[in-house]
């Protein structure tokens, strides 16, 4: 090995800090070693530039957690959106980990409990390198929401067995339960932290009066909902809430349920068992004119010297959020990754916001619910 080379490997080494962080209501309160995230492209060829990248992190709000600035969701591991393939999406999760994506996000819901197992079986060997997050309240294949404060203690054993892990890092209420006071829901979920089961809260698409609410009863550390250049209803009351009291935005489906990626060109483009083709925005005579929005984004990518989705997932890290974009796929997985480098200017913003202005997708977000039961019933059943 060249001098030169040498250099270049023990400065790569040099990236590797391990702080040693105590963990609070823990069994024996036993110490975790915590690598800090960091990723390093190499192209060894003479001659040519050496980049080294590190992966970017954060502190996730009203804790001492620091966190990837992008992590991993799972859920289209378990099925949502065309077939899966267990080994590959293990495979997914240990290079999600080795980029230094740390925050891992899954539900019990997922696959009805598939997918926290799944999880599980990834993390054997790898725990301390990951934060793990996790939900409860939908009831097995959405037949409705439980917030009472037994189903809370119920639900959280039977994730910790599944996941196959002692204490849940992130603990979320996936939705909120109308017919029970969020006050109770969240007061049993605190009883979590001081049991050492779960180290810090969160909340889903919940209401500001409601994230309010459930703060008043114990510190809430993530609010997640769906966020992306074509979901921005939060913006208005529930973004400002968030970032008063302290609380990390986390968003799901940054891409638009991988419609901003720009690889759907037609609603054929979707497998028949995919969930998608249940979404307004994704269902005929709405699609081609998204399509024609999304070729607009992705002529400012270009000129940014990056990729479709690098461009919309910087513009969510740009307007303060964590983004957790779902994938099976290794390269996808790498190409997000890379997105927490392409910055922004305010110029940048601007233009994006000319050719893709709040409300100018067509056809809404959220799923057709009845449908989609009836789906995962036949899938069931069959």
């Known amino acids: 090995m060249k001098d030169s080379d040498k250099e270049f490997f023990l400065f790569y080494h040099s990236l590797i800090y391990i702080p040693i962080q105590k963990q609070q209501n823990r069994q024996n309160h036993h110490l975790l070693f915590t690598l800090y995230a960091f990723r390093v492209t190499m192209n060894l060829n003479l001659g040519k530039e050496r980049k080294v990248h590190i992966m970017r992190t954060r502190k996730l709000g009203n804790s001492d957690l620091v966190v990837s600035s992008i992590g991993l969701g799972l859920m289209g591991m378990s099925g949502s959106y065309g077939q899966t393939d267990d080994e590959q999406s293990i495979k997914t999760i240990h290079r999600a980990l080795e980029l230094g994506i740390t925050l891992l996000d899954t539900a019990d819901i997922y696959g009805n409990g598939h997918n926290e197992e799944l999880l599980g079986k990834a993390l054997k060997g790898r725990r301390s390198q990951a934060i793990v997050a996790t939900k409860f309240a939908f009831l097995p294949n959405f037949a ?37 006071p969020i006050e109770e829901t969240v007061g049993a979920m605190a009883d979590l932290v001081q049991a050492g089961k779960v180290r810090y809260l969160g909340l889903s698409e919940a209401s500001a009066a409601n994230i309010r609410r459930a703060h008043a009863v114990h510190p809430i550390s993530a609010l997640q909902t769906e966020y992306s250049l074509w979901s921005r209803d939060i913006e208005d009351e529930i973004l400002p809430a968030v970032r008063e009291l302290g609380i990390t935005h986390v968003a799901y489906s940054p891409l638009s ?60 890290m740009a307007n303060g959020a964590l983004p957790i974009p779902g994938t099976k796929r290794i390269p996808y997985l790498e190409e997000n990754a890379a997105s927490v480098h392409v910055e922004l200017t305010p110029d940048d913003l601007v233009r994006i916001e000319s050719v893709s202005p709040k409300n100018a997708v067509h056809g809404g977000r959220l799923i057709d619910s009845e449908s989609f039961r009836s789906r995962l019933l036949k899938k069931t059943n069959d």
């Open 144 to 180: 409705g929401i439980n917030g009472h404060p037994d189903y809370v203690k119920k639900a959280v054993d039977e994730s910790l067995q599944r996941l196959g892990i002692e204490y849940i890092d992130l603990y979320y209420q996936h939705r909120v339960d109308p017919n029970v």
């Open 257 to 316: 349920r991988g419609f901003i990626s720009g690889e759907l060109r037609k609603f054929e483009d979707l497998p028949e068992n995919d969930v998608r083709r249940h979404i307004p925005r994704f269902q005929e005579g709405n699609f081609q004119k998204n399509v024609d929005i999304v070729d607009k984004i992705k002529e400012i990518a270009e000129e940014k010297n990056c990729t479709l989705s690098q461009l919309a997932l910087a513009w969510t």
